[in-house]
């Protein structure tokens, strides 16, 4: 098989994802922590509150910033006085740090409904430090406040976590997430019925050659039980530097079971060529970047492909990238129309197609192959070609990603990640909820066949 880069000699960029999955009014919010009552020691400290747009203490700076980017970029309007609450409860399931505050504290609110979480912090930093109090808050108002897609990492963690977000663990090959029995997305672990579960492992990798498979329960990592902690911190756990390992300790129908896994400097190329037959073209696409756009493109002008009567779109554990990427990737096989329409808090509008793509009309026939790890700008092409009738999609069901997602530094190294629009495709399809459906099912094989593949195949008369 050709690497694409052998057509065009580039360095491999990794896209930060885009789009992000979910609606948030749809999507059960997480169970607040269970907490004990405890009698906690009163400050010894003179306490105060002032508004954000005054000079805020620098302890308090990040919930005001966090409010801020909040109210002004998320998808939906924001409601201060379910933030508030939501910041309340990552305060009471934060774990007690014995450093109380002592000297004057002074909070800063950013609306009057955030004036009682005050009252709250104030009272528990003759236990815990301001600072730690004021992190727990932003976090619970990620948590409970908002999609589960929008997050905030702090420092130890943004460095960590990839572009792609938490749950995506590369070097080990993995996709992993929070879902319920139902299959519904869920923020903490072990809270109900929230279980960590691998959705998707990549081909090739250390989590697959040693068995894990999609579905597995994941119950501890080294040693350490997963039960109540956060994807971004599980996200931490599960990362390690080429050569290092990891035991991952697996619940599945035959039993609990422990895998070592051996991190590896995975830096996948954009994709990969062949021609199948002399009248079936592959193309696999492992992002969605600017050099995969301009590879696809480059790829269809060669003769053989202009000769193809078929094509496979491999599409398959592709996490997604850009948004703009995944137009003009669709746009090559689209005469005309929208690819995708984007619906924010205040406006929506349409991507149309870019005019001059190479494979239009309804020739070449098209096949393109999906599965739980095809997200994001991957569901964007493959529903759309879908929608269209332009290709038949073979495989399993997506991720399911809807959200345009843009990361916020924050002033103390952090990262705020939002939500910030949803995207559905022009007849109006979500597959926030489900993930996209293919038009044929075919379940991954466990001895080394691709019967997606070779259906793809049959499907185009190869």
Not at 3 to 9: E, K, N, P, Q, S
Not at 54 to 74: K, R
Not at 106 to 126: H, N, R, V
Not at 400 to 420: E, H
């Amino acid at each position: 098989m050709k690497a694409l880069t052998t057509i065009l000699t580039v360095g491999l960029i990794v896209a930060a994802c885009a789009e992000p999955a979910t609606l948030p009014e749809r999507q059960p919010r997480p169970t607040a922590p269970s907490t004990t009552t405890t009698t906690q020691p009163a400050p010894t400290a003179e306490t105060d509150a002032v508004p954000c747009t005054s000079t805020p203490p620098l302890s308090f700076a990040l919930l005001c910033e966090a409010y801020e980017l909040v109210s002004e970029n998320y998808m939906d309007p924001v409601d201060p006085a379910s933030l508030a609450a939501a910041a309340s409860l990552g305060i009471q399931g934060r774990q007690v740090v014995a450093e109380p505050e002592s000297g004057r504290l002074i909070c800063a609110y950013p609306t009057d409904d955030f004036k009682a979480l005050c009252d709250l912090i104030l009272s528990e930093a003759g236990v815990s430090p301001l600072s730690t109090l004021v992190e727990a808050a932003v976090e619970g108002m990620f948590t409970y406040g908002l999609d589960p897609f929008s997050a905030y990492l702090p420092p130890d963690l943004a460095d960590q976590i990839g572009e792609y977000g938490p749950g995506w663990i590369f070097s080990l090959g993995l996709v992993v997430g929070g879902r319920t029995g139902a299959d519904e997305i869920c923020r903490n672990i072990g809270t109900g019925d929230c279980m960590l579960v691998v959705l998707a492992v990549f081909q090739f990798s250390a989590g697959d050659a040693a068995g894990i498979v999609v579905g597995d329960e994941v119950i501890a990592i080294d040693g350490e039980a997963v039960e109540g902690k956060t994807l971004e911190e599980i996200t931490a756990l599960l990362s390690g530097a080429a050569g290092t390992s990891v035991d991952v300790a697996l619940d599945r129908p035959g039993g609990e079971t422990v895998k070592t896994l051996v991190h590896e400097a995975l830096r996948f190329g954009p994709g990969d060529f062949e021609m199948l037959t002399s009248r079936i073209a592959y193309i696999r696409l492992n992002e969605f970047s600017q050099i995969s756009a301009q590879l696809t493109g480059q790829v269809l002008q060669l003769d053989e492909v202009q000769a193809a009567s078929g094509i496979v779109l491999d599409l398959r554990d592709n996490p997604g990238g850009l948004v703009y990427a995944a137009m003009a990737i669709a746009s090559q096989f689209l005469d005309g129309g929208v690819v995708m329409r984007e619906v924010g808090r205040d406006e929506s509008f349409d991507l149309d197609v870019i005019e001059g793509g190479l494979a239009t009309g309804s020739r070449p026939r098209m096949a393109v192959l999906v599965n739980g790890g095809s997200a994001s700008a991957s569901e964007v092409v493959a529903a759309v070609l879908q929608e269209r009738d332009r290709a038949t999609v073979i495989g399993t069901r997506t991720f399911g990603k809807n959200l345009v997602q843009l990361p916020f530094r924050a002033r103390n190294g952090g990262q705020f990640v939002i939500s910030i629009a949803r995207w559905t495709t022009p007849g109006g399809l979500d597959i926030g909820i489900t993930g996209l459906q293919p038009d044929i099912i075919v379940e991954p094989a466990s001895d080394g066949s691709d019967p997606a593949l070779d259906r793809a195949v049959s499907l185009l008369g190869g």
